[in-house]
């Protein structure tokens, strides 16, 4: 929800996670730009770690998706998501962020959670569906 309603450095942001099933997830996604995750231990890339957290809402700014194992470790940034995004229905107004999460959480058995840039709102998808949707009362300016 912070990423959402604080942005980064107050500009808004958008991202996608995709939480479990990262096995799957890795091999429908292909690495976009220079994974910042890679070459550190994996205690430090769990995201019970505070100091993961404030690294998390830096690159929030890539493009692509964060991909974070069963146990919290996050894998890879800045990944895109190859999936077949036709077998989702998505209310209007949602888009390809949201659809890409979607169309993820068909193909494995992973959850997937978008931030959407222009409202701060945050959807969790699981099986092509969102099940859950947070509205932010007031965005940071």
Known sequence: ????????????IGTIFV???STAVMEKSKQLTINPFQGISEAERNVLDPHIRE????FAVLDGAFVIREDGVVLAAGRYLQTGEGNV??????GARHAAAAAI???????????????GAVRVFKG???VLELQQVARRS
């Open 1 to 12: 929800m912070a990423i959402g309603h604080e942005g980064f450095e107050g500009h808004p």
């Open 55 to 58: 690294a998390l809402k830096n």
């Open 128 to 130: 092509g569906q969102s």
């Open 19 to 21: 939480l479990g099933d």
């Open 105 to 119: 959480t068909v193909e494995t058995n992973a959850v997937a959670i978008s931030v959407s840039q222009s409202s």
């Open 89 to 94: 229905e998505l209310p209007l107004g949602l």
